[in-house]
């Protein structure tokens, strides 16, 4: 009979430990383009410089990553703005796409097709520098022109010493093996912090609300926040789902969170306290969410809101991670049984290799 030593098992798991985790993280993302290289540059500051259609011809030409000061502006602080053309992949349709775009100094917002996605740091007259913060975020769907061309663009502002895009991993990553939603319904939702229960009305008027990208931390948009706050989205079912059997995605949330559908709840991940505070969140901010839908709760032929009331007790909050859309109750059934079924391949081969 063949034997392990201690020291040899002992070898085997930690290598598995230390190296499995970023085979994980490999199998689960993959680059889909890589955005180092040159890009199109102008310091100052103008908002039409983030649409697509906008002529960047006459610009100069940077280096991404480096800083600016590196590459003939010198001495420069203030504001400028980076721009760069992408293709994405019609194999990347209904995937999640992330955006990484390594250390910038000291404050960024970014811009894909217009559509801004996400922002570091806060800009003047509230500055808050955010130099030391590598910069991802979630690119929605909806805002993607899948097997085209696409545009990104980055406004930076710098108060001092290196400024741009400095250093860091700069590409798009797609996630692999995810579950593909019916009905995506990603990019702007209303949002307010504080806490009413008039806010899961499917009437109530949200108008005055501030749009907030879905999904993002919301500190990515500014709100250094710990505490209750509401998301709301109002939506028309799509004709392929009518009258079938349907499950929301709301993805993962942290820290947790209550799901109102039309005022009515779906669902709910922990429980939020009458003093909130005093709220259990175990680690319900890694749990992905997905709430079954009646059928009878849907109108069919018209609007419907859904309504996200979520509590976070430190760090990053909100709805950070996709997807985040409707699926057929069979789609989302057979999605989670072949995740069950990897697991468990994965973990035959992880003990196989540990005891050859």
Not at 207 to 231: L, Q
Not at 305 to 321: Q, S
Not at 335 to 351: C, D, G, L, M, R
């Amino acid at each position: 009979m063949k034997t392990v030593s201690t020291k040899s098992l002992f070898r085997k798991t930690a290598l598995i430990v230390l190296f499995g985790i970023s085979l994980v993280t490999a199998q689960e993302w993959e680059r889909i383009s890589y955005l180092k290289g040159y890009w199109k540059f102008s310091i100052g500051d103008d908002a039409e410089w983030a649409q697509p259609g906008f002529d960047d011809k006459s610009w100069d030409e940077i280096f991404v990553p480096s800083p600016w000061e590196n590459q003939g502006f010198n001495g420069y602080n203030g504001y400028a703005w980076y721009r760069t053309k992408v293709l994405i992949p019609s194999s990347a349709a209904g995937s999640g796409l992330l955006l990484k775009l390594g250390y910038i100094d000291d404050v960024d917002e970014v811009y894909f097709n217009g559509k801004k996605i996400g922002k570091t740091g806060e800009f003047p007259p509230d500055f808050v520098t955010a130099y030391d913060q590598f910069r991802n975020y979630n690119i929605p769907s909806a805002y993607v022109n899948y097997g085209k061309e696409n545009y990104l663009a980055v406004r930076v502002y710098d108060i001092q010493i290196e400024g741009g895009i400095v250093s860091g991993e700069v590409s798009i990553f797609g996630r692999r093996n995810m579950l593909r939603v019916n009905q995506n319904l990603e990019g702007e939702w209303k949002f307010i912090l504080g806490d009413s229960p008039r806010f899961r009305s499917r009437d109530y008027d949200d108008s005055k609300w501030r749009d907030i990208i879905v999904p993002a931390n919301w500190e990515s948009e500014g709100y250094d926040y710990d505490g209750v706050a509401w998301y709301r989205k109002e939506f028309v079912l799509s004709s392929e789902l009518k009258n079938k059997n349907l499950v929301l995605a709301v993805g993962k949330i942290d820290d947790i969170d209550e799901v109102y559908l039309n005022g009515k709840l779906i669902g709910k991940t922990g429980t939020i306290k009458d003093f909130p505070n005093e709220s259990d969140l175990s680690d319900h901010w890694q749990s992905f969410r997905g709430y079954y839908i009646n059928k009878s709760d849907l109108n069919q032929n018209g609007s419907n809101v859904i309504a996200v009331r979520v509590y976070d007790g430190y760090i990053n909050g909100g709805i950070y991670d996709g997807p985040v859309g409707l699926v057929t109750q069979e789609r989302y059934t057979k999605y989670w049984q072949s995740v069950k079924a990897n697991e468990k391949k994965t973990s035959k081969s992880f003990w196989d290799l540990i005891f050859r």
